[in-house]
């Protein structure tokens, strides 16, 4: 067990989970952000809300990286047209 009261230990984390530092979090959402929180959970097929909220952050920091290095995200449309994600 840490050191830190902030840190919870759950019996069903895996190993790797378990050597890391966990934070418990209260997340208070409209019902809209809850409603896309709880679609995107279902079209991703996650396990969690954690899980999706993991990889929305994973996604968002690639994309953040690489806007602030000066890149561009580009998405091609299905009729070929292209258009530009702007995040800043």
Do not use: P
């Amino acid at each position: 067990m840490s050191k830190s009261n902030e840190t919870v230990h759950h019996q069903d984390f895996d190993e790797r989970t378990a050597q890391k530092n966990i934070y418990k979090l209260n997340l208070a959402l409209d019902s809209e952000a809850k409603r896309e929180l709880d679609l995107l959970k279902s079209q991703a097929k996650k396990a969690s809300l954690v899980d999706v909220i993991r990889t929305a952050l994973v996604a968002y920091k690639l994309i953040l990286d690489h806007q602030l290095a000066g890149g561009r995200i580009i998405f091609r449309n299905a009729d070929n047209s292209e258009e530009t994600l702007r995040l800043l």
